[in-house]
């Protein structure tokens, strides 16, 4: 083992006396430290020695530092309190072995130097819980935390309850969140900044964002850690506006916010599509000269992104010395956000191609804006890439090949890859549910959501959303009703206007158009656009001129810009052969200026999409593709088929439909 580094580090922090040239020299010419056999001298004093552990620990390097303590061990007078004058350097040692394997999680071997330990104290014990806190066993550290605090001869300090509320980060650890805060003021430390902010930080993640507001109110100081908590934790916990004025409240004080402070009030403002405050803490970022800041620019692309304005997001992008993962996967996300896929894609294409390597997130990221007209041998390609790179056993990402390949159309690699998953998460049966439902499979999709329920997962708002499309495909009314009820009584869902609208969806396919109606004018809330979109749309599949006209002009009074209501509306007097009316709705929509979104058609062929439009010659190829349409259409007039006009793409605007 080389024992440069040690030699290095260790000069950094002790002055030029404090190591001889002849034990550097000792050092360097061992490949073990401090383990030579017969009378080697133990060289350093307790002070070196603990600062050599110190910095074991941070280093991750046990091996040198279990040389140390095997050295220890065979100089064990050195380290007994009954043989030193001075009991507090032997401490030290003891304290910074026990932290040192800590650091390096050998959580056994730490407990064991503690339970032999000759003399302990409150470092001692923190030490140990820090240790068990820090990989995970929060179990372990609170056991022991406990027992401290029974024996009593051991006071706990400031660091002992910030070690303890740092892991109070969940629902169910609340009530010791509380437990701590009665600590802290029977034992005198509501004065203490640090365990104030600690308390603050636990609050608003266990979601008691009321305790932790108060906790603010009632600090007796505030540091930029303080403001940065709660800002944060409000931010985090979906409370944009009040993190938003408090950030404001803080710029107009005294305390300079921080990048993370920054960072969180740009949540704030992604949460809330804030765009003009956004943009005024942008400002104040350029002039505190933090814009470099990966975390900043990071929050920045974010916010731009969710606030629709994707060329200042690629600016910030683009003009960045230096991203990261974070950066990357955000950029990703905002182009799918704001409905630009082709330019996702054509981004992530580039960043492989540049050799920038790519994690689990950013692969996530770019299956997301896989759509039924995103070419799926690209998406095949994506797949080979996350075999390639070990990504496969990712939940995340093999819940974005699910909804990847069921969009683009290949149910069975949906199946396939669900069936691989070896721990699936809610959003992995979400997302099958949905494929199921989107391919007309709604007798699958319930089949699935039974063995769900088997496996003990609680279902979302968005596996209602799933299993009443799925209703609304076999025409499963009684069974979509109950899921609608069964939302807030047996899972505590409040539904939302999009499972109304699946509702009267499916309601209206089944033909139940009066029925639709009715459940519509009872809705607790005030219906939408999707709701008057799902009922005009089953009246113009029944061709229902009636209840089609109500939903239509409540379609307009909701969206008064939208086409849709017209053309469908058109649609249905079409399919009855009222052309009188028919032409009313065409002048009116002409009057307006709105005009009809244009129907598009694509295919994939050799690893490339093509999409068409009506009477398009923009092909390169398009005279053999008209040539071949001719040939079919005379082969179909050759077989007697008679066409059905009643729903003929005519044009909108032909004078002769307003005479």
């Known amino acids: 083992m080389k024992t440069r580094w040690a030699i290095n580090r260790f000069n950094s922090h002790l002055s030029s006396s404090a190591i001889s040239t002849s034990i550097e020299n000792k050092l360097q010419s061992s490949q073990t430290l401090l383990l030579r056999s017969g009378d080697f001298e133990f060289p350093f004093n307790h002070v070196d020695t603990s600062l050599l552990l110190s910095l074991c620990g941070k280093e991750g390097n046990s091996r040198l530092g279990s040389s140390i303590h095997a050295s220890i061990i065979k100089n064990s007078e050195h380290f007994d309190p009954k043989y030193q004058s001075n009991s507090r350097n032997v401490l030290a040692v003891w304290n910074s072995l026990v932290s040192m394997y800590s650091k390096c999680g050998e959580l056994n071997e730490a407990a064991k130097v503690f339970a032999k330990m000759p003399i302990k104290d409150t470092v001692s014990w923190n030490s140990l819980i820090s240790g068990f806190v820090r990989t995970g066993e929060f179990g372990k550290g609170f056991e022991l935390f406990k027992k401290m605090h029974d024996l009593g001869s051991f006071r706990f300090d400031q660091a002992t309850l910030t070690t303890i509320l740092s892991v109070c980060d969940k629902t169910d650890r609340l009530y010791i969140c509380k437990m701590m805060h009665s600590l802290v003021f029977h034992n005198g430390y509501e004065m203490e900044i640090s365990v104030g902010n600690a308390l603050i930080t636990s609050y608003l993640k266990c979601g008691c964002s009321n305790s932790g507001k108060r906790m603010f109110d009632e600090m007796f100081e505030r540091n930029v850690i303080t403001w940065t908590a709660v800002i944060s934790g409000l931010a985090q916990s979906q409370f944009f506006q009040e993190s938003l004025s408090l950030f404001f409240e803080m710029h107009c004080g005294l305390v300079d916010p921080n990048s993370l402070t920054y960072s969180s009030s740009l949540m704030a403002c992604s949460g809330l599509r804030a765009e003009r405050e956004g943009r005024q803490i942008h400002g104040l970022i350029l002039k505190s000269g933090l814009e470099?800041?990966?975390?900043?620019?990071?929050?920045?692309?974010?916010?731009?992104?969710?606030?629709?304005?994707?060329?200042?997001?690629?600016?910030?992008?683009?003009?960045?010395?230096?991203?990261?993962?974070?950066?990357?996967?955000?950029?990703?996300?905002?182009?799918?956000?704001?409905?630009?896929?082709?330019?996702?894609?054509?981004?992530?294409?580039?960043?492989?191609?540049?050799?920038?390597?790519?994690?689990?997130?950013?692969?996530?990221?770019?299956?997301?804006?896989?759509?039924?007209?995103?070419?799926?041998?690209?998406?095949?390609?994506?797949?080979?890439?996350?075999?390639?790179?070990?990504?496969?056993?990712?939940?995340?990402?093999?819940?974005?090949?699910?909804?990847?390949?069921?969009?683009?159309?290949?149910?069975?690699?949906?199946?396939?890859?669900?069936?691989?998953?070896?721990?699936?998460?809610?959003?992995?049966?979400?997302?099958?549910?949905?494929?199921?439902?989107?391919?007309?499979?709604?007798?699958?999709?319930?089949?699935?959501?039974?063995?769900?329920?088997?496996?003990?997962?609680?279902?979302?708002?968005?596996t209602f959303l799933s299993l009443l499309h799925a209703c609304s495909h076999i025409g499963s009314i009684q069974m979509g009703m109950e899921f609608l009820e069964s939302m807030s009584k047996l899972h505590g869902i409040s539904p939302r206007m999009e499972h109304y609208a699946c509702v009267v969806d499916m309601l209206g396919r089944a033909g139940y158009l009066n029925e639709a109606k009715n459940f519509i004018e009872n809705l607790p809330v005030v219906p939408g656009v999707l709701v008057w979109q799902a009922l005009l749309g089953a009246c113009s599949i029944h061709g229902d001129s009636k209840i089609g006209s109500y939903a239509?002009?409540?379609?307009?009074?909701?969206?008064?810009?939208?086409?849709?209501?017209?053309?469908?509306?058109?649609?249905?007097?079409?399919?009855?052969?009222?052309?009188?009316?028919?032409?009313?709705?065409?002048?009116?929509?002409?009057?307006?200026?709105?005009?009809?979104?244009?129907?598009?058609?694509?295919?994939?062929?050799?690893?490339?999409?093509?999409?068409?439009?009506?009477?398009?010659?923009?092909?390169?190829?398009?005279?053999?593709?008209?040539d071949i349409l001719g040939q079919l259409c005379r082969l179909m007039k050759d077989e007697d088929y008679v066409p059905d006009k009643r729903f003929s793409a005519y044009d909108l605007y032909q004078e002769t439909e307003f005479d």
């Open 552 to 626: 239509a002009d409540h379609l307009i009074l909701a969206a008064p810009e939208s086409p849709t209501p017209y053309i469908l509306m058109a649609n249905i007097y079409s399919s009855e052969g009222n052309w009188k009316e028919r032409a009313k709705v065409i002048k009116r929509m002409k009057v307006m200026g709105m005009k009809k979104e244009t129907g598009l058609s694509w295919i994939e062929i050799e690893k490339e999409v093509h999409s068409f439009v009506v009477a398009d010659r923009t092909h390169p190829q398009t005279e053999i593709i008209y």
């Open 292 to 462: 470099s800041d990966l975390c900043i620019g990071s929050s920045l692309m974010d916010m731009y992104s969710k606030c629709g304005f994707m060329e200042d997001a690629c600016r910030i992008f683009d003009s960045a010395e230096e991203l990261d993962e974070i950066s990357m996967t955000v950029i990703l996300v905002g182009f799918a956000q704001n409905g630009l896929e082709e330019e996702a894609l054509q981004t992530f294409v580039k960043m492989v191609k540049a050799g920038i390597d790519i994690d689990a997130n950013m692969l996530s990221a770019v299956l997301g804006v896989f759509g039924t007209d995103t070419s799926l041998c690209l998406g095949k390609q994506i797949h080979s890439l996350v075999i390639k790179k070990n990504f496969s056993s990712n939940v995340f990402v093999s819940n974005g090949l699910i909804n990847m390949y069921s969009k683009c159309g290949d149910l069975g690699e949906s199946i396939n890859v669900f069936n691989q998953i070896s721990e699936r998460n809610f959003v992995s049966w979400n997302s099958m549910i949905a494929a199921f439902a989107r391919h007309g499979l709604g007798f699958e999709a319930l089949k699935l959501f039974e063995e769900m329920t088997l496996e003990g997962i609680e279902p979302t708002d968005i």
